[in-house]
C-alpha cells in the first residue's frame, strides 16, 4: 500500500485560482497577430472556450486546453477534476471530445512516484467516460505539480455553439452550482465542513457531457463553461461577444452548501477579487444583493457547470431535460438576456 | 437584565431571537436587544410594541440598542417571519418617471423641476430601490441629458435604474443611452406589482 499523499500541501492556489488575472491577459493578447482564416469559426476575438475550425461541410475541430495546480489532496480525485474542466470546453462548444493528450509538470524528487501515476489514472477515467481516447502527453520536471489535457472534439459547423450566440429575450441557465472556489479554499482553512467539500469534490468530477447534449437538442446557440473567471467574468465574456446585456437573478444562483458560510467567515480566495476587479463597472448589482453574494458570483470555478442562452420557450423544457437526463444536476433558470444597455450584466 | 444580541443575524433571526428570549423571562425583567440591522431595528420594534410595550432605542454608527421589558401580559403568539415582510414593505420604493417633463404646464419649468428632483433624490436616506423611465422619460437616460449623471449616480449607489425598451426603440434613442438597464414591460410591471409604494413625481 502506497503512501497517502497531500497533493493540497503542495500550493497556496489551486484549480482554476490559478488562471492570470482576465484583465492582464486581455493585454498582453491584444498586442499578438491574429489568425486569419476563412475555415476559422471560432478564433480568440471572443474569448470563447475553444478555437473552432472547419475542415469540411460536415466537420470543425474543437481545439482546447487546460491544465492547473492541484485542487483537492488526493492525486486520483485531482485527474478526474482536471480532465473534466479540459473536457469541459469542448462540450461548452456544442461538441464530443475526440483525442485528448496528458500536460504533466511533476517533480519526482519532492512527490513519491505513485501519486503521477494516479493523477494520470484519474484523468484517464473521465476521458474514457466522455467515450474520448488519450494518445500521449508531455511531461516536465516542475513543483508544484500541474496536471491537465489538450483536447481535440469535432462538431457539426452548423450545430456549433459559440459564447457569441445570446439574443435579446433569451433565457439563461446555469447547470451546475458555484462554490467550488470557496470550499477549496474554506477546506484548506478548516472552514469547510467535510461534507461540504466532498460535495463541491463530487461536482468538479462531473462532466457536462449530458447538459451539452440536451443544450444541442434544443438549438441553445449561446453557451460557454464557468471557469477561473466565475460566473460573473464568463457571463459578461459571453454577454460582450453577443453584444447584449445579461440580467441575473442572485437569488436564483444556485450555491454549493456551505460556500456561503466560508465567505460569511471571511476566507475569500485573492482569485475573487482579481475576478472582481476584472468585472469592474461593466457589473452592476442592486443594493439588495449582499457582499458574500456578490463576492460569490465571482468566485473562480474549477470544473464549472454550462451557462447557456436559450429561447424563452423552451428554457423550462430544457432545464427539466438536462435535470432527467443527469439525476446530480441543478440546472436552473437564473436570468435572462437583455439588449446590450450601457452596462453588461445586471445583478437583482 | 437580561441581554439579547443579535448583531450579525438578519431577518427572521433576531426575532425568533427576540421570542425565545422573552419567554425565558420573568413578567416585567428589563431587557436590551442588540442589532445591527436598520430593517430589523424596525421589525423588532413593530414586534415590542404589538406585544404591548414601548421599546427606548439608542443608536450609535454601527448598533442600535432596544431597551425594554418583558411585558406583563402573556406573549402574543406570531409568526416572526412575518414581521419581516412588513419591514420589506416599509423600506421599499419605486421611481416612475412617465415623462421627461416633471408636471404639467411650461416645459421649460418642467425641466428645471425633474432636475431639482433628481438632485434631491439621490440625497435621500432611503433611496429608491428602482428608478423606472418609460414614454418620453427614457430620454433622461441618455447621455445629453442634464439628469444622466444623477440617474448615473443613483445607480453607483446601488439603485437600479430601468428604461422601457420599446420606448427606446420609438424614440430612436439606441445609440445614446448613458444610464440603466433596458428592460420590457413583463420586467417594468413586475417591479412596480411587488414594489411598496411607487412615486410618479
Not at chain 1, 476575438?45 to 460536415?58: K, W
Given at each position: 500500500m502506497n503512501q497517502k499523499f497531500d497533493l493540497l500541501s503542495t500550493i497556496e492556489y489551486g484549480g482554476c485560482s490559478s488562471k492570470l488575472p482576465a484583465g492582464l491577459l486581455s493585454e498582453v493578447l491584444?498586442?499578438?497577430?491574429?489568425?486569419?482564416?476563412?475555415?476559422?469559426?471560432?478564433?480568440?476575438?471572443?474569448?470563447?472556450?475553444?478555437?473552432?475550425?472547419?475542415?469540411?461541410?460536415?466537420?470543425?475541430?474543437?481545439?482546447?486546453?487546460?491544465?492547473?495546480?492541484?485542487?483537492?489532496?488526493?492525486?486520483?480525485?485531482?485527474?478526474?477534476?482536471?480532465?473534466?474542466?479540459?473536457?469541459?470546453?469542448?462540450?461548452?462548444?456544442?461538441?464530443?471530445?475526440?483525442l485528448a493528450l496528458n500536460l504533466m509538470m511533476f517533480s519526482q524528487e519532492k512527490i513519491p512516484m505513485h501519486v503521477f501515476g494516479e493523477i494520470l489514472k484519474g484523468g484517464n477515467e473521465k476521458v474514457r467516460e466522455a467515450s474520448a481516447l488519450i494518445v500521449g502527453g508531455h511531461t516536465i520536471d516542475d513543483h508544484p505539480p500541474k496536471y491537465g489535457l489538450a483536447v481535440v472534439g469535432t462538431v457539426h459547423p452548423d450545430k456549433l455553439i459559440t459564447n457569441a450566440g445570446a439574443r435579446p429575450g433569451d433565457r439563461l441557465i446555469l447547470t451546475k452550482s458555484i462554490g467550488t472556489g470557496a470550499l477549496v479554499s474554506g477546506q484548506k482553512n478548516g472552514l469547510s465542513k467535510p461534507e461540504h467539500y466532498r460535495m463541491a469534490l463530487h461536482?468538479?468530477?462531473?462532466?457536462?457531457?449530458?447538459?451539452?447534449?440536451?443544450?444541442?437538442?434544443?438549438?441553445?446557440?449561446?453557451?460557454?463553461?464557468?471557469?477561473?473567471?466565475?460566473?460573473?467574468?464568463?457571463?459578461?465574456?459571453?454577454?460582450?461577444?453577443?453584444?447584449?446585456?445579461?440580467?441575473?437573478?442572485?437569488?436564483?444562483?444556485?450555491?454549493?452548501?456551505?460556500?456561503?458560510?466560508?465567505?460569511?467567515?471571511?476566507?475569500?480566495?485573492?482569485?475573487?477579487?482579481?475576478?472582481?476587479?476584472?468585472?469592474?463597472?461593466?457589473?452592476?448589482?442592486?443594493?439588495?444583493?449582499?457582499?458574500?453574494?456578490?463576492?460569490?458570483?465571482?468566485?473562480?470555478?474549477?470544473?464549472?457547470?454550462?451557462l447557456m442562452a436559450v429561447n424563452p420557450d423552451h428554457a423550462d423544457q430544457l432545464v427539466r431535460e438536462i435535470n432527467l437526463t443527469d439525476p446530480d444536476s441543478g440546472a436552473v433558470i437564473i436570468g435572462e438576456v437583455l439588449p446590450r444597455s450601457p452596462r453588461i450584466l445586471y445583478f437583482e | 437584565m437580561k441581554i439579547i444580541d443579535t448583531n450579525g443575524f438578519k431577518c427572521p433571526q433576531p426575532l425568533i431571537m427576540l421570542k425565545e428570549g422573552l419567554q425565558e423571562?420573568?413578567?416585567?425583567?428589563?431587557?436590551?436587544?442588540?442589532?445591527?440591522?436598520?430593517?430589523?431595528?424596525?421589525?423588532?420594534?413593530?414586534?415590542?410594541?404589538?406585544?404591548?410595550?414601548?421599546?427606548?432605542?439608542?443608536?450609535?454608527?454601527?448598533?442600535?440598542?432596544?431597551?425594554?421589558?418583558?411585558?406583563?401580559?402573556?406573549?402574543?403568539?406570531?409568526?416572526?417571519?412575518?414581521?419581516?415582510?412588513?419591514?420589506i414593505v416599509v423600506n421599499n420604493y419605486v421611481v416612475c418617471i412617465k415623462s421627461e417633463l416633471m408636471g404639467e404646464g411650461d416645459p421649460e419649468l418642467g425641466k428645471v423641476l425633474m432636475e431639482t428632483f433628481m438632485d434631491n433624490l439621490k440625497l435621500q436616506e432611503q433611496l429608491p430601490t428602482h428608478v423606472v423611465l418609460y414614454n418620453s422619460g427614457v430620454k433622461l437616460a441618455m447621455k445629453q441629458s442634464s439628469v444622466c449623471s444623477s440617474l448615473s449616480e443613483l445607480e453607483e449607489l446601488g439603485t437600479r435604474v430601468m428604461l422601457c425598451g420599446s420606448c427606446i426603440d420609438h424614440y430612436g434613442l439606441q445609440y445614446d443611452i448613458g444610464v440603466g438597464m433596458i428592460s420590457d414591460m413583463v420586467v417594468i410591471t413586475e417591479t412596480m406589482a411587488i414594489a411598496g409604494h411607487v412615486i410618479y413625481p
Open positions: 491584444k498586442e499578438l497577430p491574429v489568425a486569419v482564416d476563412p475555415n476559422l469559426l471560432v478564433d480568440v476575438d471572443t474569448h470563447d472556450d475553444a478555437g473552432v475550425y472547419r475542415i469540411n461541410e460536415e466537420t470543425a475541430l474543437i481545439f482546447t486546453t487546460d491544465f492547473f495546480p492541484p485542487i483537492c489532496s488526493d492525486p486520483f480525485e485531482f485527474g478526474e477534476i482536471a480532465a473534466a474542466n479540459a473536457l469541459s470546453d469542448v462540450y461548452a462548444m456544442g461538441g464530443t471530445p475526440l461536482q468538479m468530477k462531473r462532466l457536462n457531457l449530458n447538459a451539452a447534449q440536451a443544450a444541442g437538442k434544443f438549438g441553445v446557440k449561446g453557451m460557454t463553461d464557468i471557469t477561473g473567471f466565475g460566473l460573473a467574468g464568463h457571463a459578461l465574456k459571453m454577454a460582450d461577444a453577443s453584444q447584449v446585456s445579461f440580467r441575473i437573478h442572485t437569488g436564483q444562483v444556485p450555491l454549493l452548501p456551505g460556500s456561503f458560510d466560508v465567505f460569511e467567515k471571511g476566507s475569500i480566495p485573492g482569485a475573487t477579487f482579481r475576478n472582481l476587479e476584472f468585472t469592474g463597472k461593466e457589473v452592476h448589482f442592486t443594493r439588495s444583493v449582499g457582499y458574500n453574494l456578490k463576492m460569490l458570483v465571482h468566485d473562480a470555478q474549477t470544473s464549472g457547470g454550462l | 423571562m420573568e413578567k416585567g425583567e428589563n431587557v436590551t436587544i442588540y442589532t445591527d440591522n436598520e430593517s430589523s431595528l424596525k421589525n423588532l420594534v413593530t414586534y415590542l410594541r404589538d406585544q404591548g410595550v414601548e421599546p427606548e432605542v439608542s443608536s450609535n454608527e454601527k448598533v442600535h440598542a432596544i431597551v425594554t421589558r418583558r411585558p406583563e401580559a402573556n406573549l402574543i403568539d406570531t409568526d416572526p417571519a412575518a414581521y419581516c415582510e412588513t419591514g
